[in-house]
């Protein structure tokens, strides 16, 4: 458990400086505060982003599932994702969906780079949007990263005698035959040709998730992934139109931005997610990040998901420590600078954590990951740690009518319970 906070007795985590722990000066002390910040939470504010009306601003961040049958979502996708819709968070957006089946990053990766994903996706899609939520979905090409193991089976690079076996055989892509680390083959250095093939599969992508009825798209630029590739100078030599200078490393990321909101509705919002820092040494950095962050900005990019590092595997890397809300200074940084929406992700965990992002103007939203496989109702746990919710109005109503009528009796009974525990019978 981390330094300064206190595990309550049914697992749940408070900060110290919260209300129950404080003597009854300081609590009345800091009672105008508690009802200011807890009367109208900006987690459970709207959002309005183009045509789109955010409930709250919780997302739920992409999460490979490696769940997906030939790229096609599967009943698994329709639990996985439609639970945090009845869990109640205001966006959801898919893991990470390959434009190419040479760019998966696993062999069971979601796509969406034929018409036969469209359906199954939308089923999905539909689910989310009977039950009050938003959904998005996120384009991806891994690139140099293509190939690789689940997680839970070890998570190494594929060899190329696997890779071609594969049904939809991969091939890995970079702008210059640079390595992501040991164990990964060296990828093809792209040909103009080869990158506007790449640029094309986004916008033909894109093309699908409207079809699909997504609310948002959100491309994916960050984690060493093919976009992300040819950012930093670690792994773009080039010396051509597409690398050199940071104009050149950064022509891809934009002529993919333009050209995909030209396909996107106008009425739509766009996000793109950046490693803000790519965790290699002299690589690429917040400064860089936030010049690019502008320059999506005026293209059209509405939210810039702020995550970190990815870009290699090799022992000689800088990575980001993790500590609680490791990447926000990301999203505060980018969203001053750059004058941009920006998304906070990373080890936020609880309720007051994520308002204080919030109010102190470090971001716009607050995305979950790992926390939302954890408890996926956070949201609607969240609401009624911060006073939005006490009746259970929020929940789905075939829950929520339940657990209201539970309410006074549980109260009652916990009530007794901790009498007995002050005064013991003899």
């Not at 089923?123 to 384009?139: E, K, M, S």
């Not at 006490?390 to 006074?408: D, F, I, M, N, S």
Request: charged fraction near 20%.
């Amino acid at each position: 458990m981390a330094p300064g906070r206190l595990r309550r007795c049914d697992g749940r985590h408070f900060p110290r400086h919260t209300a129950a722990c404080l003597p009854l000066a300081g609590f009345l002390t800091l009672l105008p505060f508690l009802i200011m910040t807890t009367a109208h939470p900006l987690l459970f504010q709207p959002l309005t982003l183009r045509e789109l009306a955010l409930k709250n601003r919780i997302v739920i961040s992409p999460m490979c599932q490696h769940a997906a049958d030939m790229g096609r979502a599967t009943p698994w996708h329709l639990v996985h994702l439609g639970k945090f819709a009845l869990g109640g968070a205001g966006l959801i957006l898919t893991e990470s969906t390959a434009v190419d089946p040479r760019g998966r990053i696993g062999t069971a990766d979601l796509g969406l780079w034929n018409d036969g994903h469209i359906e199954p996706l939308k089923a999905v899609v539909d689910f989310v949007h009977a039950n009050d939520g938003a959904i998005g979905v996120q384009l991806a090409h891994a690139g140099r990263k293509s190939g690789s193991q689940p997680l839970w089976e070890g998570g190494a690079a594929l060899s190329d005698e696997a890779m071609q076996a594969d049904a939809e055989p991969w091939q890995r892509l970079g702008p210059s035959e640079v390595a992501a680390g040991p164990g990964w083959s060296a990828p093809h250095a792209m040909n103009a040709h080869e990158i506007e093939d790449a640029i094309q599969r986004f916008v033909d992508a894109t093309v699908r998730a409207d079809k699909a009825g997504f609310d948002v798209v959100e491309l994916h630029f960050g984690h060493g992934y093919l976009v992300a590739s040819f950012l930093s100078p670690n792994s773009n030599h080039r010396n051509d139109e597409w690398g050199g200078s940071l104009e050149g490393r950064m022509r891809l990321a934009l002529e993919v931005a333009a050209r995909v909101r030209v396909a996107w509705p106008g009425h739509k919002p766009l996000f793109c997610r950046l490693s803000a820092v790519d965790g290699s040494i002299d690589g690429w950095s917040l400064d860089d990040s936030v010049i690019l962050a502008r320059e999506l900005a005026q293209l059209g990019v509405d939210v810039i998901d702020c995550s970190s590092g990815g870009l290699t595997e090799e022992t000689r890397a800088l990575p980001v420590p993790r500590g609680l809300g490791f990447q926000v200074p990301f999203a505060e940084r980018i969203r001053r600078d750059a004058n941009v929406h920006t998304q906070a992700v990373g080890m936020i965990v609880d309720a007051s954590q994520a308002e204080a992002v919030l109010r102190e103007g470090k971001a716009d939203l607050i995305a979950l990951g790992r926390e939302a496989l954890f408890d996926p109702y956070w949201p609607h746990h969240a609401a009624m740690a911060l006073g939005v919710d006490p009746k259970y109005e929020r929940w789905p109503v075939r829950h929520g009518v339940w657990l209201a009528k539970r309410a006074p009796g549980l109260a009652r009974a916990r009530a007794q319970a901790a009498e007995q525990l002050v005064s013991p019978s003899n």
